[in-house]
């Protein structure tokens, strides 16, 4: 008596359940399934076997995906049996096209049963499958839609047509199925942005939270919206002329948040995180640097695209230039401010601090000629130290950090500039320092 393995299967009659029996083999290391034998090894033989024949080869082209038919051989044994080679494809995870690829739909060999794969093992299966680049892999989650991305293409007038989707690599050309980009891309996207506001410079005391979630076209939206909405303006003036300036040049803001979504490393499940505070905005992006590059190459404008075809559709929208500008761009808008942006990189993240234009204030003391035409910043910080020395005359160091709340090498920073800048006099050294109007 023969009994079944992690290799042979017994079917008496055919069943729906035979599907999952070739996927799972296919999806491990192969087997055989005999039909018109029960589960104890004694033949039983088939009624109708060209009925049978036919039904088992629709069946294992139409309910399974990725196609499986070239990884299986039939033949008819003695006492009306079929013989069922399944070999195992190489283009795993195989899946019942009624399920989806998700564990009930991916079955695996164990033991003598055919079990249901874990999400871990569908994952690795890709992996294998698709190789490591992330985009280019089959997405698990294949029912997706595209309504913001349809938006965002209509809007710069590039075809988004489902004709377009393998060249624009939201669809692979083994079986037609979703990749990672077109789940990035879609309205079903994994993926968050979080946005918090503290209301001091060490990021701890909360004033506000968002997460941005959706296509990574409506993260970047409203994502950007609300950036614009923590831009603040400080007022400044030229003779008897007011003028606002923002904190952030709206071009870096732009750059950096786009920098963030483009180049991140989306294997991770992890959220772009942006902090935002009175000195400076962080935009920390998941995913270090590629190898081979630094962040000395990074600030001199070289660039090796993580995820290639996203910013290749990027690109074609016209919303990036070619790849590296935009640090080149950030740095050239902060060319003449006192604090420059920096970039900080670890094994798993890659940050870019923006500072505070009005925070840091733009120093002429090295260039004369423009001193005469750039008029002098006044920050709501420094606003407030000049409404209060206006009022009493004059503050120690220790009043100035308890009026703004903030700590002493903050306070050293802003009488600086303010001194620099012809506002206040700093009268005396240590304990005994103060400060008066000019």
Do not use: W
């Not at 079955?107 to 280019?136: C, L, T």
């Not at 988004?160 to 309205?187: C, P, W």
């Not at 076209?217 to 994502?223: I, N, R």
């Amino acid at each position: 008596m023969q009994y079944e393995s992690e290799c042979v299967e017994y079917k008496a009659q055919i069943n729906e359940n035979i599907y999952k029996e070739v996927v799972a083999f296919a999806n491990t290391d192969g087997g055989i399934i005999y039909i018109g034998i029960d589960d104890k090894g004694n033949p039983t033989g088939i009624d109708d076997v060209d009925g049978t024949y036919t039904r088992l080869t629709n069946g294992i082209r139409d309910a399974i995906a990725p196609d499986v038919t070239m990884f299986v051989r039939y033949t008819l044994q003695e006492k009306k049996i079929i013989r069922i080679e399944v070999g195992e494809g190489s283009y795993k995870p195989y899946y019942l096209k009624s399920k989806g690829m998700k564990p009930t739909g991916v079955y695996v060999r164990q033991g003598a049963s055919s079990v249901q794969a874990s999400p871990d093992q569908i994952r690795r299966m890709i992996k294998d499958s698709n190789g490591d680049v992330f985009e280019e892999m089959r997405t698990v989650i294949q029912e997706l839609s595209f309504d913001e991305a349809e938006s965002m293409f209509k809007r710069y007038k590039v075809d988004f047509s489902e004709e377009k989707y393998i060249a624009l690599g939201l669809r692979n050309v083994h079986d037609d199925q979703y990749t990672n980009l077109a789940m990035i891309l879609s309205d079903q996207c994994q993926h968050t942005t979080k946005i918090a506001v503290f209301g001091d410079e060490d990021n701890i005391t909360f004033k506000d939270a968002r997460e941005f979630g959706g296509s990574i076209f409506k993260q970047l939206d409203d994502s950007y919206a609300y950036l614009n909405l923590c831009n603040r303006t400080a007022a400044t003036f030229r003779g008897l002329e007011r003028v606002e300036l923002p904190d952030y040049p709206e071009e870096a803001l732009r750059e950096a948040l786009l920098n963030a979504l483009v180049h991140r490393d989306y294997s991770y499940s992890g959220s772009i995180i942006i902090n935002v505070n009175d000195l400076c905005i962080e935009f920390i992006s998941i995913g270090g640097l590629l190898p081979g590059l630094s962040a000395d190459d990074i600030r001199s404008g070289i660039s090796q695209p993580r995820n290639r075809k996203l910013a290749e559709i990027f690109h074609r929208l016209k919303l990036i230039e070619s790849y590296g500008t935009g640090i080149r761009k950030i740095y050239s808008l902060y060319k003449e401010c006192a604090v420059q942006p920096r970039i900080e990189v670890t094994p798993n993240t890659f940050k870019l601090v923006l500072p505070n234009m009005n925070a840091n204030a733009v120093t002429f003391r090295d260039k004369p000629e423009a001193a005469e035409k750039a008029p002098t910043a006044i920050t709501p910080q420094m606003r407030t130290v000049i409404d209060y020395l206006t009022e009493y005359g004059e503050m120690t160091d220790e009043e100035l950090q308890e009026l703004l709340n903030i700590k002493k090498t903050r306070a050293y920073l802003l009488t600086r500039q303010m001194q620099e800048n012809g506002l206040i006099d700093i009268i005396g050294r240590g304990a005994l320092k103060k400060y008066r109007l000019r």
